[in-house]
Each structure stands twice: as structure tokens, then as C-alpha cells.
T-cell receptor
Framework: GQNIDQPTEMTATEGAIVQINCTYQTSGFNGLFWYQQHAGEAPTFLSYNVLDGLEEKGRFSSFLSRSKGYSYLLLKELQMKDSASYLCAAMDSNYQLIWGAGTKLIIKP | DVKVTQSSRYLVKRTGEKVFLECVQDMDHENMFWYRQDPGLGLRLIYFSYDVKMKEKGDIPEGYSVSREKKERFSLILESASTNQTSMYLC?????????????FGAGTRLSVL
């Protein structure tokens, strides 16, 4: 079956770095997406990886290893506004997104 | 900026009622999607559409139907609402052609069926 695993909740300190991991098993693979969702709001796109390696976008970076079925989202210089849920989604061979349950990130001062 | 608008943020309906959830996007996107989001679960795809008057079943279409009469509008219909359809419903849209295009989401409709 198809499956996405990510931690349910993580806590980090303002100004620090946090890495949110995601492992996936899908029928075929057409890329890995990360979204951010603040409580009560729409998910918003953060990153898309289809090739192995690290993609950096400001304070956020996303890494993909296709051979390991693994991705992570790295958040640097954490700010209080980064408190949100982070959703990992893998695109399968039918171009459908398979979603993880999300990681709730709590930032403490 | 892409805008996806869902008609209601909160809805309370009774079991057996017919429920309409409306979604409108303003960026001329070809693809539109309906998901439901439940605690502890990932987003689950109910239906999607790649074109006007076209619809495809997602992973959990039972108890739902959809309508896409105009490109910008995608409606989700609960023919006879049941308590297990209490959930957050999210609409999304994406550009056509490139199937790996980013999906843009509305703010969601939280539906309670009593």
C-alpha cells in the first residue's frame, strides 16, 4: 500500500534549527511536496523535490533521497510564526498526492 | 496571488440533509480537487476534476458527488449527510497540463453533521 510517515509533533526553541522527517512508500514517484498549515488556515506550498538533493529557499530547505524514500524539511532561525503543522505529500505514478498526517511544530521562546 | 475561496468557513447540518460546499478559484486553473482533513490522518482525496463537466473519483468518493459546470467553480455535494461526514473540507486548484503543478488551497469548511 501507499504510506507517508512523519512525526506527530515536535518542539523547538526560537532561533534554533529543526528538521522534520518524512518517509514515503508509493506506487511510482513523481515528486515530494511540503506544505505549511497554520491552525484554521489553508495549507500553503513550501517546496517541491523530484531529484535527489537539497533545495534551499531562504530559511527553509528540503532534501530528498529517492533511493531511501526519505525527505526532510529543515527550518533555520526559527521564529514564533513558524509554529504550524507541516504536511509532507508524495506524488504517485497516477500524479495523485498521498499525504502524511502532518507534523505539528511548537516553537517556544 | 492565487485565490481559492470556499463559500462557508463553518456549517452545521442535520443527518439526512443535502449539503452543498462551494469552491471558486480566480486563476483560470484547469484542475480542482476536494479533500477532507481529519485529525491524525492525512488529507484524503474525495473527487477531482481536470476540466469543465469532467470528474474523477478519488480515494473516498462514497457518499459524495461533485459538479463542475464552470471552470472556476467546483461544488461538493453530500446527498444525505451523515455524522461520519463531520470533517474539515478543503478545496484546491492547480494549473493544467503539468500534473506536478502546485496545488493551492482554500481556507476550508468545517462541517458538523448532527
Amino acid at each position: 500500500g501507499q504510506n507517508i510517515d512523519q512525526p506527530t509533533e515536535m518542539t523547538a526553541t526560537e532561533g534554533a534549527i529543526v528538521q522534520i522527517n518524512c518517509t514515503y512508500q508509493t506506487s511510482g514517484f513523481n515528486g515530494l511536496f511540503w506544505y505549511q498549515q497554520h491552525a484554521g488556515e489553508a495549507p500553503t506550498f513550501l517546496s517541491y523535490n523530484v531529484l535527489d538533493g537539497l533545495e534551499e529557499k531562504g530559511r527553509f530547505s528540503s532534501f530528498l533521497s529517492r533511493s531511501k524514500g526519505y525527505s526532510y524539511l529543515l527550518l533555520k532561525e526559527l521564529q514564533m510564526k513558524d509554529s504550524a503543522s507541516y504536511l509532507c505529500a508524495a506524488m504517485d505514478s497516477n500524479y495523485q498526492l498521498i499525504w502524511g498526517a502532518g507534523t505539528k511544530l511548537i516553537i517556544k521562546p | 496571488d492565487v485565490k481559492v475561496t470556499q463559500s462557508s468557513r463553518y456549517l452545521v447540518k442535520r443527518t439526512g440533509e443535502k449539503v452543498f460546499l462551494e469552491c471558486v478559484q480566480d486563476m483560470d486553473h484547469e484542475n480542482m480537487f476536494w479533500y477532507r482533513q481529519d485529525p491524525g490522518l492525512g488529507l484524503r482525496l474525495i473527487y477531482f476534476s481536470y476540466d469543465v463537466k469532467m470528474k474523477e473519483k478519488g480515494d473516498i468518493p462514497e457518499g459524495y458527488s461533485v459538479s463542475r459546470e464552470k471552470k472556476e467553480r467546483f461544488s461538493l455535494i453530500l446527498e444525505s449527510a451523515s455524522t461520519n461526514q463531520t470533517s474539515m473540507y478543503l478545496c484546491a486548484s492547480s494549473l493544467g497540463g503539468e500534473l506536478t503543478n502546485i496545488q493551492y488551497f482554500g481556507a476550508g469548511t468545517r462541517l458538523s453533521v448532527l
